[in-house]
């Protein structure tokens, strides 16, 4: 079984930043694409960013520039840095994991954490 865990959400003023973490445990051969999704009362879920294994990113146009996506791939964790935050950005944030647990392919999903961003 796999595991992710988000921490790093909380209320924060327009303009201001925060980093969210998104640590995977279990039973873990590898991990591909790592991402983070979010979703607003009311909307659908969306994506926010991916990474590759290797690195390469992918970002929503909405964020660009002001969101950086990373992975500590020792860790099995992804990162989200989040700057001039817009209330716009007020979501519930969820990770999501591409994994390989040594005989199956599986994407497995964070509880969420809340990010709210105040006017």
């Known amino acids: 079984q796999v595991q992710l865990v988000e921490s790093g959400g909380g209320l924060v003023q327009t303009g201001g930043s925060l980093r969210l973490s998104c640590a995977a445990s279990g039973t873990i051969f590898s991990i591909n694409a790592m991402g983070w999704y979010r979703q607003a009362p009311g909307k659908q879920r969306e994506l926010v960013a991916t990474?590759?294994?290797?690195?390469?990113?992918n970002y929503a146009d909405s964020v660009k520039g002001r969101f950086t996506i990373s992975r500590d791939n020792a860790k099995n964790t992804v990162y989200l840095q989040m700057n001039s935050l817009k209330p716009e950005d007020t979501a519930v944030y969820y990770c999501?994991?591409?994994?390989?647990?040594?005989?199956?392919?599986?994407?497995?999903w964070g509880q969420g954490t809340q990010v709210t961003v105040s006017s």
């Open positions: 999501n994991a591409d994994v390989y647990t040594g005989w199956t392919r599986k994407n497995y």
């Open positions: 990474i590759s294994s290797g690195g390469s990113t």
